[in-house]
């Protein structure tokens, strides 16, 4: 695979179930994917809304291991693998790249701020250097409101051109169009897959040659959002868009990630889905309830 043939459509963060004693819970998470890949979204396990900075290595390793044993289609996996450690984000996606997966989504290293590109450089060149594999496809990771460590427009031309053929994409939850626009102005010609971080933007990241979206909404609205990403050119398409942000407005009035698992958790009538990891908190029984008002009368909860 090369970035011209690089991955495209929806992916899910795909939320991380948990156990009562906070271990994660693999067999529910095999069967989650299960569901998206059954309406046609992809994986990105590990990601933001996978509480996967929550989770040690060796729990990613495992849980990996798990979705790739189950018979799921590595073509369809985009793994998180970036971590603070530079050991750690080779560890994990060397591990992914062995498995098959066709793609490894990277956050930079970020816990210390203002760092120059040149270190971010210096550090993404590590890691390809250290994984050592032709295999290895990297689609960059920008969420610069979480992380405070921005990849910049000349930052990535400075990889791609450095790693053409590993360097495949970025998913952008810049949450700013203008970015998302300049990447594809500037890089999609190149065979550089553009995602959207959020399904809000898909219509118009699909209309400036973008290749999807990755987005936390995928994991409680995975239909509609493909539907969506199948049919951007019909006639309907803003519409499609309209009723995607009516879900969306509904379910971020509310922290994400615990709104995400109550919502499975009320459509799959299994409370096990609501538990998150300290220390994130679920949403309480009024917050719950509240949600669950807000949601349009033409939403269907995920019944896993």
């Not at 450690?85 to 956050?107: K, N």
């Not at 399904?199 to 509609?224: D, H, K, M, Q, Y």
Request: aromatic share 6%.
């Amino acid at each position: 695979m090369s970035p011209r043939t690089a991955l495209a459509g929806v992916f899910a963060p795909v939320v991380t179930p948990f156990e009562p004693d906070l271990r994660p819970d693999a067999a529910r998470l095999v069967r989650h994917c299960r569901w998206l890949l059954g309406h046609d979204v992809g994986l990105a396990v590990f990601g933001t809304n996978s509480e996967a900075n929550s989770m040690s290595v060796a729990e990613k390793l495992a849980l990996l291991d798990a979705v790739v044993g189950a018979g799921l289609p590595v073509a369809r996996m985009m793994p998180g693998t970036g971590c603070c450690a530079l050991t750690d984000t080779v560890e994990l996606t060397r591990h992914a790249v062995r498995a098959g997966c066709a793609g490894t989504l990277m956050l930079p290293p970020f816990y210390y701020k203002a760092v120059t590109d040149d270190g971010l450089f210096a550090s993404y060149s590590e890691v390809i250097q250290r994984v050592g594999d032709a295999r290895l496809r990297i689609y960059l990771y920008h969420i610069p409101p979480v992380s405070q460590v921005p990849l910049s427009l000349a930052l990535i031309e400075r990889l791609l051109d450095a790693y053409p053929d590993t360097i495949a994409g970025i998913k952008d939850s810049s949450g700013d169009w203008n970015n998302t626009r300049a990447l594809l102005e500037r890089f999609a010609p190149r065979g550089f897959a553009v995602f959207a971080g959020s399904e809000s933007f898909l219509l118009a990241t699909l209309r400036g040659g973008g290749a999807g979206c990755i987005t936390a909404l995928a994991n409680v609205n995975p239909g509609p959002i493909a539907k969506l990403c199948r049919s951007w050119q019909e006639v309907d398409a803003d519409a499609q868009q309209a009723a995607l942000d009516a879900v969306r407005g509904a379910v971020q009035k509310f922290p994400m990630i615990a709104a995400l698992k109550a919502t499975i958790a009320q459509g799959s009538h299994d409370e096990g889905w609501a538990t998150v990891r300290p220390p994130l908190v679920r949403l309480d029984s009024q917050q719950r309830a509240a949600l669950l008002a807000a949601l349009p009368p033409t939403y269907a909860l995920p019944e896993l």
